[in-house]
Every structure is written in structure tokens, then in C-alpha cells.
């Protein structure tokens, strides 16, 4: 893939995503919700280079990225479509400490081994 202006748009995009949800402590890495918001991005800006999208266009896709890293809404995809749904912190809770378990689980399993 050759290096032009929409390469440059998207690393300044992503880096600064990077630089405010991704937090590192020690050798652990969190970056909730960054890896799906990256994905977005990429997305958008091959929608914005090959004329799907106008500038203007890409303002509520970038709003959107930023309600879900600060976890006001779900982002997925569907039919190879992008859905967004509004998530309550009671909703979001749940399913992180669903998560959390299901990774709890895993360790022990593996450490077993």
C-alpha cells in the first residue's frame, strides 16, 4: 500500500485515539474499545479517499468513535454495515464483568494445563 495523504490522516487519527483510551501500566496494555474504534476509522477513511463520504460526512462517524471509547454506546457490525446502539453503565457493567469472568476463567484453565 503506497504512503499518501489518507495514510497520514489515519496514523494522526489513530495516534491520537492512542494517546488518550490507551493507558499502560507496567507490561499490561488496556485499550478497551480501541481495537473496534481503529477498525472504524480504517473504514471510514477508505469510504472518505474513494469518494463515498464527504468531509462532512466523517464528522458523526468520529463523534460516534468517541461515545463508544467513552462508553456511551455500542458500535458493531452488521450485514457489513456499522450499527450503533446506546448502552446504559448498567448495561455496560454487566457485560464487563461477564467478560472479566470469562478471561478469570480461561487463566485458571490454562495455568491448570
Known amino acids: 500500500?503506497?504512503?499518501?495523504?489518507?495514510?497520514?490522516?489515519?496514523?494522526?487519527?489513530?495516534?491520537?485515539?492512542?494517546?488518550?483510551?490507551?493507558e499502560v501500566n507496567d507490561n499490561l496494555v488496556s485499550m478497551d474499545g480501541l481495537f473496534l474504534a481503529i477498525g472504524?476509522?480504517?473504514h471510514v477513511i477508505d469510504?472518505?479517499?474513494?469518494?463515498?463520504?464527504?468531509?462532512q460526512e466523517l464528522i458523526p462517524y468520529f463523534k460516534a468513535i468517541e461515545k463508544h471509547l467513552e462508553k456511551e454506546i455500542e458500535i458493531?457490525?452488521?450485514d457489513?454495515?456499522?450499527?450503533?446502539?446506546?448502552?446504559?453503565?448498567?448495561?455496560?457493567?454487566?457485560?464487563?464483568q461477564k467478560m472479566m469472568e470469562k478471561w478469570k476463567q480461561a487463566v485458571v484453565t490454562e495455568t491448570k494445563e
Open 1 to 22: 500500500m503506497a504512503y499518501d495523504e489518507y495514510s497520514e490522516i489515519r496514523a494522526k487519527v489513530v495516534e491520537n485515539l492512542k494517546s488518550r483510551y490507551m
Open 40 to 42: 472504524v476509522v480504517n
Open 47 to 55: 469510504k472518505f479517499r474513494d469518494g463515498e463520504l464527504t468531509e
Open 76 to 78: 458493531f457490525w452488521n
Open 80 to 96: 457489513g454495515k456499522l450499527k450503533f446502539k446506546r448502552i446504559s453503565e448498567q448495561d455496560y457493567t454487566a457485560k464487563l
